[in-house]
């Protein structure tokens, strides 16, 4: 089968549905589209800790990523994440802890390379075209040459297929490194920066392109070292800071539940924080022409308006403080957040340090 796609969107969920993953059954749930969703595509990270010599890369980590959602793992650069990415595939051996996809290390999977894609080691021959390289990689993991052509279909780069990866810019290049990742149609996808390098339209295009991959029940995790470039993609966040969890939670329980502000202006100022404050919202002064309000979301600030004669010349709500709260996490300025912490590990994730967690080579996350 050829697949179709509609804007770089598989036209239909079997356009790239896998098989089932390998490894424990768990429990069943649908996504918001009705797809299926199995734990055994869930991701648990509990205890995890590596150095490298006197480099203490990741500390008693521990998170879960769930299928059917994306999640960012985030941190500033430095903080770990490619090490634990690297460890979760078992390329780096942890000092202790474990790293599970299904409740099973990598090493263990029945079929690793179909049940996790990933896009870590993206190494191309620059004297390679992109199809020879998918080829090589196909051959390696056992799919046939036709996924080869839906892969580059799919990622909309079937056009540039017999160029030589040299001549590829870098948003070429993650699309086909995030081809090779789909080869095996796998249930768990890690993707290391995967949004780094590409242009306004590149950048729709993946995070439609990842949230129709988690709608399908898959789990999706990817780093990034800005939140600002994965907000509108995820739905979970695991935020590290010196290899440690700084943050596990929604990206609403990132920002801190707090509430935001309506930012409403009126010819008649006095009058309108009156018959706010008559109500009893807060008004806390002005940003300019526009009057900033606590204690009533927009449709009552409106209301009260309307009721009180007021034409308003503006009304919105305050754009969130997320970055604001992020960037104080990763500086340290804000201790980590147990009500998130909470949220992102589920009671039981924590399981005994096993001596076989990675039996790849010692390679290092670089
Ligand atoms: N093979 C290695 N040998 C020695 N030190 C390493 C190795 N791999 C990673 N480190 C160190 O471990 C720490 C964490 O690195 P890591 O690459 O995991 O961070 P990162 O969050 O992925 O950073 P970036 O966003 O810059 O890619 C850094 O101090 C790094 O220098």
Not at 149 to 154: I, M
Not at 258 to 268: I, M, N, Q, S, T
Not at 349 to 354: C, I, S
Request: net charge negative.
């Amino acid at each position: 089968m050829r697949s179709t796609a509609v804007g770089g969107i598989p036209a239909s969920a079997a356009a790239c549905a896998g098989p089932p993953v390998s490894g424990s059954v768990g429990e069943s749930r649908t996504t918001e589209t009705g797809a299926a969703v199995s734990t055994a595509a869930r991701i648990e990270v509990a205890g995890l800790s590596k150095s490298f010599g006197t480099v203490q890369a990741v500390q008693d980590l521990g998170f879960v990523a769930e299928p059917g959602r994306v999640t960012g793992f985030l941190g500033p650069n430095g903080s770990g994440k490619t090490t634990t990415l690297s460890m979760l595939l078992g390329l780096v051996r942890p000092d202790s802890g474990t790293a599970t996809i299904g409740g099973v290390p990598y090493a263990d999977l029945e079929r690793p390379a179909i049940t996790v894609g990933s896009s870590l080691s993206a190494n191309f021959h620059p004297a390679h075209t992109g199809r020879a390289h998918l080829d090589i990689m196909r051959r390696g993991i056992g799919v046939s040459k036709q996924r080869v052509d839906e892969v580059l279909e799919l990622v909309g780069i079937a056009d540039a297929a017999d160029r030589k990866t040299g001549g590829y810019s870098l948003g070429m290049r993650q699309r086909l490194a995030l081809a090779a990742a789909l080869l095996g149609e796998p249930q768990v996808i890690l993707l290391d920066e995967p949004i780094n390098g590409l242009d306004p339209e590149g950048i729709r295009w993946i995070r439609m392109f990842l949230r129709h991959l988690a709608s399908e029940g898959r789990t999706v995790l990817l780093s990034s070292h800005l939140l600002s470039e994965v907000q509108q993609t995820v739905d979970d966040v695991i935020v590290i800071r010196q290899g440690r969890l700084a943050f596990a939670g929604t990206l609403e329980g990132l920002r801190g539940g707090e509430e935001r502000a309506v930012l409403v202006a009126a010819p008649d100022r006095q009058g309108l924080a009156r018959a706010l404050q008559a109500v009893g919202a807060e008004v806390h002064g002005l940003r300019g022409e526009t009057m900033r309000v606590t204690g009533a979301d927009a449709e009552r600030v409106g209301l009260v308006a309307l009721q009180a004669g007021i034409p308003l010349t503006h009304l919105s709500v305050e754009e969130s403080g997320l970055e604001e709260s992020f960037l104080e996490l990763i500086d340290g300025a804000r201790e980590p957040d147990p009500r998130g912490l909470a949220d992102g590990i589920p009671p039981g994730a924590v399981q005994d340090p096993g001596p076989d967690a990675a039996s790849a080579t010692e390679g290092g996350a670089r």
